[in-house]
């Protein structure tokens, strides 16, 4: 089943280094007990002044159908961010995450998922590579 990526939120812009702009994040997840590969996914996200300022720019969750998300602990600092998010419902999911950034410009980080659907259990981890491409286009 595939997952949305998931990242932290409320990181004020004082903490956070990143530059408003298109930010370009690389995925790959690794599951535990397959030696299925998933392959790698790129997406591109635009960050604005006030995303950073509301939620250090990153997508806050998301409730999708009869799942809903919410964010658990959040520990802030100007070098990253560590947080927690559980999603309940069609989907149960517990996920913990890290990021760190590497400069205004790029970050990398990992995010670990427990997950329950339909009654298949499973664990997979999410390394991220990010950086900015640009100004938004939008």
């Known amino acids: ?33 397959t030696s299925y590969k998933i392959p790698p996914h790129t997406m591109r996200h635009c ?14 969750p998301q409730s999708h159908g009869n799942t809903t998300c919410t964010m658990g602990d959040l520990k802030k600092s100007a070098q990253g ?3 927690s998010m559980r999603c ?15 400069s205004a410009t790029q970050y990398h980080g990992t995010i670990r998922m427990k997950t329950s659907v339909q ?3 499973g664990e ?3 390394s991220l590579q ?8 939008k």
Do not use: F
């Open 81 to 83: 961010v560590d947080w």
């Open 124 to 126: 997979m981890t999410q």
């Open 47 to 60: 960050i604005t002044a006030a995303d950073l300022a509301k939620s250090g720019g990153v997508p806050e």
């Open 1 to 33: 089943a595939a997952m949305a990526v998931a990242a932290p939120i409320n990181a004020s812009a004082a903490d956070n280094p990143m530059t408003p702009g298109e930010w370009e994040i690389s995925t790959q997840v690794e599951m535990t007990g």
């Open 88 to 102: 309940s419902g069609d989907a149960n999911v517990q996920m913990e995450g890290k990021i760190l950034y590497d």
């Open 130 to 137: 990010a950086r900015r491409v640009g100004d938004c286009t």
């Open 119 to 121: 009654g298949h259990a």
